[in-house]
């Protein structure tokens, strides 16, 4: 989230680039990380791809 009064623009492009590199990243890593590292990573691909369908369908918060 943007702090308050402060909207940050949503570009769809560089958001599912972003989260294809983190996926990728994943992968790569499997086997190599901590159990807290990957349950991190896991969370945080899980919590931008449902920011990411949010605001792609249009019905997440703070849409620009």
């Given at each position: 989230d943007a702090p308050p009064g402060m909207?940050?623009?949503f570009?769809?492009?560089a958001a599912m680039q972003?989260?294809?590199?983190?996926t990728m990243l994943q992968g790569k890593?499997?086997?190599n990380?901590?159990?807290?590292?990957s349950k991190l990573l896991e969370d945080i691909l899980h919590n931008l791809r449902v920011v990411y369908?949010?605001?792609v369908r249009g019905d997440g918060?703070?849409?620009s």
């Open positions: 909207e940050l623009p570009d769809a492009e972003t989260i294809e590199i983190l890593t499997k086997g990380l901590s159990d807290v590292e369908v949010q605001r918060a703070g849409n």
